[in-house]
């Protein structure tokens, strides 16, 4: 990183210690301490600014033992035994200070993604006809792999079967420590070039799915009002015959009035779970597009950086003829039939690191 990153790095450190040291002022005030909304709006933010102020503070007392031991180094007038152990210390103390530096990059940029420990992650086919439905069913198997390497905790929320034995889409729940963090890049067009099991010419073709993930951290800060804001419609459940399928209206259809964000449930037989289950992702999709607006108004760069999840853009090919996985949005190329088993840990490290690096230059 360079030493202007670095000196805007700690700059904004030290704005954030100050706002720390002010809400604990605010904290004494009386006119606050009476208020329980004012000081529970502040005990929050206090504990989101003490997961970097601490180590900061941390930071700066290794900073300061690092520049006593350098002085103690440079005075020769000092007995030469003396000098020697500082030569020592201050090393040791250069060490700790750049892995505390290292590890205050991570938490300024990454720490509000790294506590969301529970994501909606939608596959849905493209371009492609029949392909693209086993694509997603690909994706979708690439990830459940993926997440059980990780130790994530894997739930289907809804999924539509294609004639091909393919997946239409699929919709699920991942929980886990810094599931976001692992799976946040994923989101955009995902791209598949290889010769289908029907083509007799031995043609390859390129098909097309989308992948979509959308936080759902434990407090939501959006408020539906399910009975005003929000227009249900309830049918019968597509599929294969079966006396529940044909005669009990089941299918959910959510529409958010505002937003004119839709959601349909059908995976459960049961009306309630259905509408349980919508309402879960409804919550999920209107917090994500609230907060994707937050986002472009505060850094409009940020769409040009890699978490940006937006699925018109084309962010992965996996040419099956060359067994190799192209991420665009880095330049780099993996091997397919790792990646397709579940291995994805060097190229999410990659596309990490690449973040990481645009979001410091962006501070």
């Known amino acids: 990183m360079s030493d ?26 009386p006119a606050v301490a009476s208020n ?16 970097l102020v601490d180590p900061y503070r941390s930071l700066r007392t290794v900073r300061d033992q690092l520049d006593s031991a350098t002085a103690l180094m440079a005075d020769r007038s000092q007995d030469p035994d003396l000098r020697e152990l500082a030569e020592e210390e201050a090393a040791e103390l250069r060490g700790r200070y ?13 720490d509000d993604d ?22 997603v069913r690909d994706l979708y198997e690439m990830y459940l ?39 946040g890049y994923e989101g955009g067009g995902h791209r598949v070039q290889r010769v289908p099991q029907t083509e007799a010419q031995g043609r390859i073709h390129t098909s097309a799915a989308t992948v979509a993930v959308l936080p759902e951290p434990e407090e939501i800060n959006i408020e539906i009002n399910w009975e005003k804001d929000v227009e249900e419609f309830v049918s019968r459940a597509g599929g294969p015959g079966g006396q ?23 995976d459960e037989k049961s009306q309630h779970k259905n509408r349980a289950k919508g309402r879960r992702l ?13 986002v ?26 060359q067994n190799r996985v192209t991420d665009h949005r880095i330049n780099q190329d993996f091997n397919l039939e790792r990646v397709i088993e579940g291995d994805l840990d060097d190229l999410v490290e990659a596309l990490q690191t690449h973040d990481k690096e645009q979001r410091l230059k962006s501070l």
């Open 145 to 183: 792999r993926f997440c059980e390497r990780r130790g994530l905790r894997v739930e289907v929320l809804d999924q539509s079967g294609a004639d091909s034995g393919g997946l239409k889409e699929v919709v699920l729940s991942v929980k886990g420590e810094r599931v976001y963090r692992m799976l």
């Open 296 to 321: 472009a108004a505060r850094d409009s760069a940020r769409r040009t950086m890699i978490g940006s999840g937006d699925r018109s853009q084309r962010i992965r090919t996996y040419n099956f003829p």
């Open 4 to 29: 202007e990153v670095t000196i805007r790095l700690l700059t904004k450190l030290s704005e954030l210690s100050e706002r720390y040291g002010d809400l604990l002022g605010q904290m004494n005030d």
């Open 244 to 266: 529940n399928v044909n005669k009990v209206s089941s299918a959910i259809r959510l529409v958010h009035k505002e937003t004119g964000i839709t959601v349909s449930m059908r």
């Open 36 to 51: 329980p909304a004012r000081t529970a709006e502040i005990g929050k933010e206090l504990g989101r600014l003490r997961r």
């Open 98 to 110: 750049d892995q505390m530096l290292e590890d205050l990059k991570e938490r300024i940029v990454m």
């Open 282 to 294: 409804m919550l999920s999709r209107v917090y994500d597009h609230y907060r994707s607006k937050e």
């Open 114 to 135: 790294s506590a969301i420990q529970s994501v909606i992650l939608e596959i849905r086919a493209g371009t492609g006809g029949e392909e693209a439905a086993l694509f």
